[in-house]
């Protein structure tokens, strides 16, 4: 495919914000605290795949099955369809686990992805595999292997970090590797009320607004940024 093929991300109003999707096959980082939808975007990128016959994988270290599932279908996202008509597959692993498939230059994961031709692939989250290695340049060795994978697997991928309080300083002395995208989902309270925000810190190759944007939870289509709404944080 041309380096120029967008993958539709299946939030309302965010594509038009970055020439129509993320770039095919690249990584991209999405930082958020607590509540602010940091799960709800990941699967409704994936499940944007799946309305379209590509097969998608969603790797956790903290999420349960049912739960996800159940949480899921509040939107009316049937991961249980998905799965049984083989185009969706939910691997629980331990950060030791994805260690371990560093070291045996992809293991079970490469072989699942072979065999399903997944498309896209969710990591949640990359900051529970960054505590295993305790010096940052051997943080920046696995995190630069994990993507080597990633991109030998030819997925478009979503990577989170949980981070109660977002800064540039904390993006880039935090997480020390590179990536595609960095995108941060903002949760707080204003005279009382929560808003969600969204904002594109960078995208490679993209040309992307400098505004921070309002991000709503609506029951019918998941995640919607309105683009008509600029926020001040």
Same mark, same amino acid.
């Given at each position: %495919?041309?380096?120029?093929?967008?993958?539709?991300?299946?939030?309302?109003? $965010?594509?038009?914000?970055?020439?129509?999707? $993320?770039?095919?096959?690249?990584?991209?980082?999405?930082?958020?605290?607590? #509540?602010?939808?940091?799960?709800?975007?990941?699967?409704?990128?994936?499940?944007?795949?799946?309305?379209?016959? =590509?097969?998608?994988?969603?790797?956790?270290?903290?999420?349960?099955?049912?739960?996800? @599932?159940?949480? %899921?279908?509040? $939107? #009316?996202?049937?991961?249980?369809? @998905?799965?049984?008509?083989?185009?969706?597959?939910?691997?629980? @692993?331990?950060?030791?686990?994805?260690?371990?498939?560093?070291?045996?230059?992809?293991?079970?994961?490469?072989?699942?992805?072979?065999? %399903?031709?997944?498309?896209?692939?969710?990591?949640?989250?990359?900051?529970?595999?960054? %505590?295993?290695?305790q010096d940052e340049l051997t943080q920046k060795?696995?995190?630069?292997?994990?993507? =080597?994978?990633?991109?030998?697997?030819?997925?478009?991928?979503?990577?989170?970090?949980?981070?109660?309080?977002?800064?540039?300083? *904390?993006?880039?002395?935090?997480?020390?590797?590179?990536?595609?995208?960095?995108?941060?989902?903002? *949760? $707080?309270?204003?005279?009382?009320?929560?808003?969600?925000?969204?904002?594109?810190?960078?995208?490679?190759?993209?040309?992307?607004?400098?505004?921070?944007?309002?991000?709503?939870?609506?029951?019918?289509?998941?995640?919607?940024?309105?683009?008509?709404?600029?926020?001040?944080?």
């Open positions: %495919m041309p380096p120029s093929t967008r993958v539709s991300s299946g939030i309302p109003g $965010f594509d038009k914000l970055i020439q129509g999707g $993320f770039k095919q096959g690249s990584i991209n980082l999405l930082c958020g605290g607590p #509540g602010a939808g940091r799960t709800t975007l990941t699967v409704q990128f994936l499940v944007e795949g799946l309305k379209n016959g =590509e097969a998608g994988i969603y790797i956790t270290f903290e999420e349960k099955k049912e739960k996800l @599932y159940a949480d %899921m279908m509040e $939107f #009316g996202w049937d991961l249980k369809k @998905y799965e049984d008509d083989g185009l969706f597959k939910f691997l629980e @692993y331990t950060p030791e686990q994805v260690k371990r498939v560093l070291v045996e230059g992809g293991g079970t994961i490469d072989v699942i992805i072979t065999q %399903m031709k997944a498309k896209r692939l969710v990591i949640d989250s990359i900051t529970s595999f960054s %505590m295993l290695f060795e696995s995190s630069l292997a994990l993507f =080597e994978l990633i991109n030998r697997w030819g997925c478009t991928a979503l990577l989170t970090s949980q981070a109660a309080q977002i800064s540039d300083e *904390h993006v880039t002395a935090r997480l020390q590797f590179e990536v595609d995208s960095i995108l941060i989902l903002y *949760h $707080f309270r204003r005279k009382g009320v929560r808003y969600r925000a969204i904002e594109i810190l960078k995208m490679r190759g993209t040309r992307t607004p400098e505004e921070t944007y309002k991000l709503e939870i609506t029951a019918k289509n998941g995640l919607a940024v309105d683009t008509a709404k600029v926020v001040n944080i």
